[in-house]
T-cell receptor
Framework: QKEVEQDPGPLSVPEGAIVSLNCTYSNSAFQYFMWYRQYSRKGPELLMY????GNKEDGRFTAQVDKSSKYISLFIRDSQPSDSATYLCAMKGGGATNKLIFGTGTLLAVQP | GAGVSQSPSNKVTEKGKDVELRCDPISGHTALYWYRQRLGQGLEFLIYFQGNSAPDKSGLPSDRFSAERTGESVSTLTIQRTQQEDSAVYLC???????????????FGPGTRLTVT
């Protein structure tokens, strides 16, 4: 079993829809949770990070972490065609290393 | 300022040849990471450099893979006797030092697309 599981999609939604992206994980030592966005043939870029459980909002994006269920989510409100990309969840433990464990990524297409 | 740069952007090599991939991190970023991304897969951690500390090599898949970093600047990832399963995009990232929030944001380069024929 992989440490981080993520539905690869593809996920296709109409412009303006609410998008929900999710990851589950098995390692209870993970404390830091991140979402990266990767456009085609580009490197990933950090969208949001959260520490431990709870919600964090940034504009149209909301990240949720439920450590009791080992489940994290990213919600995108009022989705735009420019949101079309691959979304990768990433996690790290509390130790000294900054090694990130990534999910496989979910390919999102927002149709105009 | 300039972001993370990687070269070459694409590399096609024959099975059994050695390849060297280069990464130039953002100036002032003492932490540097190499990841591998196979088609349809997430990023797989390979190696992590932090200043003068011993690198974390725990992700290197075999002894054919090695990486070096000169001080806090350029890093090279070398793959010896390449195999077809080495075909992937190799991504380099850098970040600010420490273990706090500033270190979580890893800035990625565009990657080197390696194809082993």
């Amino acid at each position: 079993q992989k440490e981080v599981e993520q539905d690869p999609g593809p996920l296709s939604v109409p412009e303006g829809a609410i998008v929900s992206l999710n990851c589950t994980y098995s390692n209870s030592a993970f404390q830091y949770f991140m979402w990266y966005r990767q456009y085609s043939r580009k490197g990933p870029e950090l969208l949001m990070y959260t520490y431990s459980s709870g919600n964090k909002e940034d504009g149209r994006f909301t990240a949720q972490v439920d450590k009791s269920s080992k489940y994290i989510s990213l919600f995108i409100r009022d989705s735009q065609p420019s949101d079309s990309a691959t979304y990768l969840c990433a996690m790290k433990g509390g130790g000294a290393t900054n090694k990130l464990i990534f999910g496989t990524g979910t390919l999102l297409a927002v149709q105009p | 300022g300039a972001g993370v740069s990687q070269s070459p952007s694409n590399k096609v090599t024959e099975k059994g040849k050695d390849v060297e991939l280069r990464c130039d991190p953002i100036s002032g970023h003492t932490a540097l990471y190499w990841y591998r991304q196979r088609l349809g897969q997430g990023l797989e951690f390979l190696i992590y450099f932090q200043g003068n500390s011993a690198p974390d090599k725990s992700g290197l898949p075999s002894d054919r893979f090695s990486a070096e970093r000169t001080g806090e600047s350029v890093s090279t990832l070398t793959i010896q006797r390449t195999q077809q399963e080495d075909s992937a995009v190799y991504l380099c990232a850098s970040s600010l030092p420490g273990a706090g929030a500033s270190s979580y944001e890893q800035y990625f380069g565009p990657g080197t697309r390696l194809t082993v024929t």
